[in-house]
């Protein structure tokens, strides 16, 4: 559901200032879906929040979910991020 909501519909042109993902604790299947949407805003992302996204998961799972997503945050061309 998420998935189709943010990233896979042709009129889901993102134009998003800002993101906030912050206190949801992302897993590795959620953090590639948090990824593609970043991916899918990243001409127009000018900030984005990702303060306790692995707040409570095992380290080796929480490694995996910032990598995905700092991956996703590398090709945003200039950005501020809260962590």
Sequence with gaps: MWREL???RPENVCAAAQIKL?????????AGVAAE????????LTHADLSDV???RPEAEALNSLRILSG????VPAMSTSL
């Design 37 to 44: 949407a970043i991916v899918n805003c990243a001409s127009s």
């Design 54 to 56: 692995i707040a409570g």
């Design 6 to 8: 943010l990233c896979e």
């Design 22 to 30: 912050s206190t949801k604790s992302f897993d590795a299947a959620a």
């Design 72 to 75: 996703a945050l590398a090709q």
